[in-house]
T-cell receptor
């Protein structure tokens, strides 16, 4: 079957760095998406990886290892506004997104 | 460019009733996907429409149905509501279907079934 695993909740301190992991098993693979969702709001697109390696976008970076079925989202210089849920989704061979349950990130001052 | 809009934003219904939710995609986007989101369950895929045709369907009972109009606006209908249907219903639009394309989400409709 198809499956995405990510931690349910993580806590980090303002100004620090946090890494949110995601492992996936899909029928075929057409890339890995990360979305951010603030409470009560719509998910917003953060990143897309299809090749192995690290993609950096300001304070946020996303990494992919296709051979390990593994991705992570790295958030640097954490700010209180980064408190949100982070959703990992893998696209299968039918271009269907398979979603993880999301990781709730709590930032403490 | 206006984002994805969904109406209504909030709904309260009782068991057995039916409900229709509406989604207007970003201008130029022809694909609309619907998701159900409940705490701890993540996004559960309901269906995807492209050019007025259902392209994909998730594992939901037949009480959940949808359609898409020629202007790409989409509606989903849930008949004979059950308590377990209480959830946030999100729609997402993308330019095309059957390709790698970023989905852009609307704010959702929060449905409460009493």
């Amino acid at each position: 079957g198809q499956n995405i695993d990510q931690p349910t909740e993580m806590t980090a301190t303002e100004g620090a760095i946090v890494q949110i992991n995601c492992t996936y098993q899909t029928s075929g693979f057409n890339g890995l998406f990360w979305y951010q969702q603030h409470a009560g709001e719509a998910p917003t697109f953060l990143s897309y990886n299809v090749l192995d390696g690290l993609e950096e976008k300001g304070r946020f970076s996303s990494f992919l290892s296709r051979s390990k079925g593994y991705s992570y989202l790295l958030l640097k210089e954490l700010q209180m506004k980064d408190s949100a849920s982070y959703l990992c989704a893998a696209m299968d061979s039918n271009y269907q997104l398979i979603w993880g349950a999301g990781t709730k990130l709590i930032i403490k001052p | 460019k206006a984002g994805v809009t969904q109406t209504p934003r909030y709904l309260i219904k009782t068991r057995g009733q039916q409900v229709t939710l509406s989604c207007s995609p970003i201008s130029g986007h022809r694909s609309v996907s619907w998701y159900q989101q409940t705490p701890g369950q993540g996004l559960q895929f309901l269906f995807e429409y492209f050019s007025e045709t259902q392209r994909n369907k998730g594992n939901f009972p037949g009480r959940f149905s949808g359609r898409q109009f020629s202007n790409s606006r989409s509606e989903m209908n849930v008949s004979t509501l059950e308590l377990g249907d209480s959830a946030l219903y999100l729609c997402a639009s993308s330019l095309a279907s059957g390709d790698v394309d970023t989905q852009y989400f609307g704010p959702g409709t929060r449905l409460t079934v009493l």
